[in-house]
């Protein structure tokens, strides 16, 4: 059964908060990890319990999707902006798992710092989907967050290029060398599912401004 009143719109946004704050918490379980890789096992479970909540919430955002005829926003821009979250989740736990996997040790300082940058790009996501009820009000901050991600961005490609160039140079090992180019190329691309995110928001700002 369609929903014609607009009086539950603010769920929407409400659900994404929600996302949001997954991608988040993905990010701080990574860090903690970086600082420290003995606690991946203990990690990896609370990131599958992350996904798994994300996961619900994404089923919900759908399903009212499904059910609200009239949406505050396009109804793909919803569709986009759900699963890119809980595709930011994903990835995530999918670095972690590799940790686990690769048995990696000790951090390197370039997957430290593209984990800080990861962690400063969620929180700005999870702030611009703070002001997104309010699109007109609050356009000048919500385009000045999606542009601070997008240098946060450029900055992690700056630092994951400087830590590959190292790798090739320095680790003779092949074995390692192979772990943390994944790893780096994982955390990079996650960053970059970021700077889409924030490219994302951006366009649905400028659309309703």
């Not at 772990?179 to 700077?195: I, M, Q, R």
């Amino acid at each position: 059964m369609f929903n014609f009143n607009r009086k539950g719109d603010s769920e929407f946004y409400d659900l994404f908060l929600e996302s949001a704050q997954f991608f988040y918490q993905g990010s701080l379980l990574m860090d903690e990890v970086m600082v420290d890789h003995r606690k991946a096992d203990i990690k990896v479970k609370e990131i599958n319990d992350i996904e798994h909540k994300a996961d619900r919430v994404n089923d919900r955002i759908i399903d009212k999707l499904n059910q609200t005829f009239i949406t505050p926003i396009d109804r793909e821009d919803i569709y986009a902006i759900a699963n890119g979250l809980d595709d930011g989740v994903d990835l995530l736990q999918g670095i972690l798992q590799r940790i686990v996997i690769y048995h990696t040790g000790e951090a390197r300082e370039g997957a430290i710092r593209l984990t800080k940058l990861l962690i400063e790009c969620t929180q700005k996501i999870i702030r611009v989907l703070e002001l997104l009820p309010e699109i007109s009000k609050n356009q000048d901050e919500l385009l000045s967050l999606t542009s601070e991600v997008s240098k946060l961005e450029s900055e992690g490609d700056h630092i994951f290029r400087s830590e590959l160039a190292y790798l090739f140079a320095q680790v003779k090992d092949p074995i390692e060398l192979i772990k943390w180019k994944d790893l780096l190329e994982d955390l990079e691309d996650t960053l970059d599912h970021c700077e889409k995110m924030a490219d994302l928001l951006r366009g649905v700002v400028m659309k309703y401004a």
